[in-house]
């Protein structure tokens, strides 16, 4: 069965204090892995696509990289609009769905 | 612009009252999904579809249907909906592609209460 961790549920940062969100992945065989930014009320929104180990993507302060057991997301000097929940889902090979975590949810105080 | 758009946004409905909640995209794309987000649990597939009148079920089907009359277009109907259907739900749709996995466009959500 696949599954998707994700850590810390909540995070805390000053504006200026990077810091990194843990997604540890177990998937027969990943056909790729997502992150998705979702503001209260809102849909989640597109980030990253990652595909296989040692790809990594940037957007912004915003840079997520993969390994074989999980990915990051490196967020560099926060602003407090980055504050938001972070999600990542797997779609393994053969199926459709996306099995997606919990989520993180970050705060960024000025 | 490209959208998914869900309607209606908030609903309250009594135990046992049919509903549907419409999903609609301008993008073209063949693949459309229902997910189910609870809180602790994330986000849960219910039903795709890869193209007209081709539906499956994903992880937690239980209590719901669904159809793909058009491609832009795939509802979702809760024939006899129960209070543990009270969730946050969202439609999802995306090229679906042989080869790699492309990113899904999410509605902005409905809000349902069963009491």
């Known amino acids: 069965e696949d599954q998707v961790t994700q850590s810390p549920e909540a995070l805390r940062l000053q504006e200026g204090e990077s810091s990194s969100l843990n997604c540890s992945y177990t998937?027969?065989?990943?056909?790729?892995l997502f992150w998705y930014r979702q503001d209260p009320g809102k849909g989640p929104e597109f980030l990253f696509t990652?595909?296989?180990a040692g790809e990594e993507k940037e957007k912004e302060r915003l840079k997520a990289t993969l390994t074989k057991k999980e990915s990051f997301l490196h967020i560099t000097a926060p602003k407090p609009e980055d504050s938001a929940t972070y999600l990542c889902a797997v779609q393994a090979t053969g199926r459709r769905a996306l099995t997606f975590g919990s989520g993180t949810r970050l705060q960024v105080q000025p | 612009e490209a959208q998914v758009t869900q309607n209606p946004r908030y609903l309250i409905t009594v135990t046992g009252k049919k509903l549907t909640v419409t999903c609609s995209q301008n993008?073209?794309?063949?693949?459309m999904s229902w997910y189910r987000q609870d809180p602790g649990l994330g986000l849960r597939q219910i039903y795709y579809?890869?193209?007209?009148?081709?539906?499956d079920k994903g992880d937690v089907p239980e209590g719901y249907k669904v159809s793909r009359k058009e491609k832009r277009n795939f509802p979702l109907i809760l024939e006899s909906p129960s209070p543990n259907q009270t969730s946050l739900y969202f439609c999802?749709?995306?090229?679906?592609?042989?080869?790699?996995?492309?990113?899904?466009?999410f509605g902005q959500g409905t809000r349902l209460t069963v009491v």
């Open positions: 579809s890869m193209n007209v009148e081709v539906t």
């Open positions: 990652l595909y296989s």
């Open positions: 999802a749709s995306s090229l679906a592609p042989q080869g790699r996995s492309t990113e899904a466009f």
């Open positions: 998937v027969s065989g990943l056909r790729g």
């Open positions: 993008m073209n794309h063949e693949y």
